[in-house]
T-cell receptor, first 110, second 114 residues
Framework: GIQVEQSPPDLILQEGANSTLRCNFS?????LQWFHQNPWGQLINLFY???GTKQNGRLSATTVATERYSLLYISSSQTTDSGVYFC????????????FGTGTRLTIIP | DAGVIQSPRHEVTEMGQEVTLRCKPI?????LFWYRQTMMRGLELLIY????????DSGMPEDRFSAKMPNASFSTLKIQPSEPRDSAVYFC????????????FGDGTRLSIL
């Protein structure tokens, strides 16, 4: 099946800093989502972005489908941004299952 | 609009008991998914339905697990008998369409089997 790798696994930043999270995937995809799992365990939809660029406030994402990667940018980070960020994809081929990466744990220090 | 609604939020029960987790998908969505999240295995798909019909249950770990979707607005995931290794967070998600549409997740049920 498709492989999804996220980097870095852990990231600790001071409040106000910017960050870039990366997601690499091993096959062409027709679905790519970014999620934020907050400290209460809720999975929050950030972006549905199988290709192109989107922005929502301080967050933006870019997927370069031909090169099989996606980036999530967080600007002017706040303590509420802490949590685990997951990338999940569905391959164009195979079993149509949403496959999750292992996540990036982001900790924002006040 | 209401999102995906799961109940209960937390469940603690003793080994051997039957556990029933419930999910109400977003109105109008025709796909419903059950996921399990553990430290060891991360997030994994257990089963999914299209128009109330189970399509792929290959992720269901054992015969002790069963899922039903009697109508478009309700699904259950049952574990009978439960075991300590079933302890995990169980998520339900729904989407309108499948591969090329976003899935929306509920808040999850945190299950602890003692």
């Amino acid at each position: 099946g498709i492989q999804v790798e996220q980097s870095p696994p852990d990231l600790i930043l001071q409040e106000g800093a910017n960050s870039t999270l990366r997601c690499n995937f091993s096959d062409s995809v027709n679905n790519l989502q970014w999620f934020h799992q907050n400290p209460w365990g809720q999975l929050i939809n950030l972006f549905y972005i199988p290709s192109g660029t989107k922005q929502n406030g301080r967050l933006s994402a870019t997927t370069v489908a031909t090169e099989r990667y996606s980036l999530l940018y967080i600007s002017s980070s706040q303590t509420t941004d802490s949590g685990v960020y997951f990338c999940a994809v569905i391959s164009n081929f195979g079993n149509e299952k949403l496959t999750f990466g292992t996540g990036t744990r982001l900790t924002i220090i006040p | 609009d209401a999102g995906v609604i799961q109940s209960p939020r937390h469940e603690v029960t003793e080994m051997g008991q039957e556990v029933t987790l419930r999910c109400k998908p977003i109105s109008g969505h025709d796909y419903l998914f059950w996921y399990r999240q553990t430290m060891m295995r991360g997030l994994e798909l257990l089963i999914y339905f299209n128009n109330n019909v189970p399509i792929d249950d290959s992720g269901m770990p054992e015969d002790r697990f069963s899922a039903k979707m009697p109508n478009a607005s309700f699904s259950t995931l049952k574990i009978q008998p439960s075991e300590p290794r079933d302890s995990a967070v169980y998520f339900c998600a729904s989407s309108f369409g499948h591969s090329n549409q976003p899935q929306h997740f509920g808040d999850g049920t945190r299950l602890s089997i003692l």
